[in-house]
């Protein structure tokens, strides 16, 4: 199988392999009662052939490693799916951290490639771990949250923003005859004037809506909308739009005031926005952890305090490899 070249598989699927590439020269996946194991990698080594791609990159990282030819009926339950060389076997731990660190290295050029066309589409952004404040000729008012991005695109009958990565806050001047629209690539935001938060997370875009209103529209064929009024939230998804709920508007503004705020918010979640305040990668390397619940209210100055918090209060362990390369087990 001809695998896919490393810049065209998502970093989080290339995440995944390690982690699984990790855990197959693990001494446990080769022991004969270790069936759910197995049975897990065959059902995420067949869901998606980048899965398989990915993992041929972690094999050609290795080199020592070679990986059989698998066909769609394969199963690999009762016999390994990788051939090792005859050399010391590190334990889980240890091999999935320099596992990681491999992986790492592979995609860190990736992802500044992924960013900088972003820079170079935008008219605004700001760094990790940066809030910048934009002023544009009609008054309005754009707040970037750490790490974003928009692209402003103002004529005559409409005032029109892109936002291509991260979180924003919109301060829009009332103007009836001219609307303010949000773009994302889940959907639109449409104003005449008010303010709202919206923010970029994996498939789903979190519009907060602080007062006034705002009509969302789906980028689906069928352009769905749905109305919001104050205090109202919701999600706008590339498939349609999600339960209209009421919001913590504090919680939301949190990060104006330096703050990030979590109220049983999912392990996953949590890690993924810290990943977002500070430079380097924060990575789950057991998924279980998944869905562990976080709450607390921590600077988004340290968010390094927030790990100690997870590691000290929660089942959960971090291998530090350097300020870049965090791993939680």
Do not use: C
Request: hydrophobic share 40%; no cysteine; aromatic share 8%.
């Amino acid at each position: 199988m001809a695998g896919k070249h490393t810049t065209d598989i998502p970093e989080t699927i290339l995440e995944q392999a390690a982690v699984w590439h990790a855990r197959v020269h693990d001494s446990d996946f080769q022991d004969p009662q270790s069936r759910q194991l197995k049975a897990q990698f065959n059902t995420w080594l067949l869901a998606d052939p980048l899965h398989r791609a990915a993992y041929d990159e972690m094999s050609s990282i290795w080199g020592v490693l070679t990986q059989p030819e698998l066909s769609e009926n394969d199963v690999v339950l009762d016999e390994p799916i990788v051939k090792q060389a005859p050399i010391k076997r590190a334990s889980w731990p240890l091999y999935a951290a320099v596992a990681s660190v491999a992986i790492f290295v592979a995609i860190a050029g990736v992802s500044w490639q992924q960013n900088w066309p972003l820079r170079l589409q935008s008219d605004y952004y700001s760094n990790v771990g940066e809030q910048t404040v934009v002023q544009l000729d009609d008054n309005s008012e754009i707040i970037l949250n750490t790490n974003s991005a928009i692209k402003v695109n103002y004529t005559n009958q409409l005032r029109e923003v892109s936002l291509l990565q991260g979180e924003a806050r919109f301060n829009v001047a009332k103007n009836n005859e001219r609307p303010f629209v949000v773009n994302t690539t889940q959907g639109t935001v449409t104003v005449t004037g008010t303010q709202f938060n919206v923010s970029l997370y994996n498939d789903s875009a979190t519009v907060s809506l602080f007062e006034g209103s705002v009509v969302l529209t789906s980028n689906q064929a069928s352009k769905l909308m749905q109305n919001l009024s104050e205090n109202q939230q919701a999600k706008l998804f590339s498939t349609g739009i999600g339960a209209v709920s009421e919001f913590d508007a504090a919680a939301v503004n949190a990060w104006q005031r330096g703050q990030l705020v979590f109220y049983s918010t999912a392990l996953s979640e949590v890690v993924a926005k810290l990943n977002r305040y500070r430079k380097g990668k924060i990575i789950i390397t057991d998924e279980s952890l998944n869905n562990l619940q976080i709450s607390g209210v921590f600077s988004i100055n340290d968010p390094d305090a927030a790990l100690e918090m997870i590691t000290e209060t929660l089942a959960v362990k971090q291998i530090r490899l350097t300020d870049y390369l965090v791993m939680l087990h």
